[in-house]
């Protein structure tokens, strides 16, 4: 065999085994540790940010993110529709304050415009937590594209005039805030559990809920109506809160537009609150 052969035929062997070694080679999950580069991702991407709480003193921390996350088809799902980012709870109890972790581990799906869309608490195997994940697996569509679709004119029908009536739009992503007040907790409201106030439509865990709302909806509806505060005393563009960030101060619920703002208020809550009420008061 010539010289020339002898190199390719070692060159081919060389490829053939690099090849080999990099399928056996298994996909990461690419978690991240950094909330507001999170957030940034995710506010780029449309995909929803995965955190998951864990502890050093865990076991079953440990054994989430050994085995469970772990999974190859499990990774595949993360990477692919989620921005997923690992806290420490005692490095980060900020967060574990804010978000309401009261138990290990805890894993929070936040959307891209910081509110809680669901958590899952505990130990779970891979086949279990893609069950619990799946409902948060969404393609997310160019904005583009729907510009475009609704563009395209369609032929008018004659409607009654309730029928072209704009329906009352979802506040507070349908969170129950009889929920927040009362029972210091994030709680996705029934959809078909009502109420129109203020020309929005309000979600309410339970009857038992709405009841208490109608008795006394001045109580529960948000300060500023839901405006931040810290936002609207700085005088920043978007001030309208999220409902994943929300607190109680001196009984009122209090919404603001990220956890940053959130933690600045609580710096010094009474500044922000006296701060409005003179620009409120200036305004009359």
């Not at 080679?25 to 580069?37: P, R, S, T």
């Not at 559990?193 to 109608?214: C, D, M, N, P, W």
Request: charged residues 20%; proline residues 6%.
């Amino acid at each position: 065999m010539k010289f020339g052969q002898k190199a390719v035929t070692v060159l081919v062997a060389l490829v053939i085994v690099v090849m080999f070694h990099n399928a056996g080679i298994a996909a990461e999950l690419k978690w991240g540790n950094d909330l507001k580069k999170a957030a940034a991702e995710s506010q780029a991407t449309g995909k929803p940010i995965l955190i998951t709480f864990t502890a050093s003193w865990c076991h079953y921390c440990h054994k989430l993110l050994d085995e469970t996350f772990t999974n190859q088809e499990l990774i595949a799902r993360v990477n692919e529709y989620f921005v997923p980012v690992v806290l420490d709870a005692d490095e980060n109890e900020r967060a574990v304050e804010l978000l309401g972790i009261e138990a290990f581990p805890s894993t929070v799906v936040i959307s891209p415009e910081l509110n809680v869309l669901g958590r899952i608490k505990g130990f779970h195997p891979a086949p279990q937590m893609a069950q619990h994940l799946s409902p948060f697996c969404k393609e997310q569509k160019p904005q583009l594209q729907q510009a475009v679709v609704k563009k395209t004119p369609a032929k008018p029908v004659a409607q009654p005039v309730a029928a072209r009536m704009p329906a009352p739009q979802t506040a507070f992503s349908g969170m129950c805030l009889v929920s927040m007040l009362d029972d210091r907790d994030l709680v996705q409201g029934n959809s078909k559990i009502t109420e129109e106030y203020r020309g929005l439509r309000l979600h309410f865990a339970s009857e038992k809920h709405q009841a208490a709302f109608r008795a006394e909806p001045a109580k529960y509806w948000p300060l500023a109506d839901g405006h931040c505060l810290v936002a609207s005393v700085k005088g920043e563009n978007e001030t309208l809160g999220a409902a994943s960030t929300a607190a109680v101060y001196r009984g009122k619920i209090v919404l603001f537009r990220s956890l940053e703002h959130r933690a600045t208020f609580a710096a010094d809550p009474r500044y922000f609150a006296e701060s409005l009420e003179r620009m409120q008061s200036a305004s009359r």
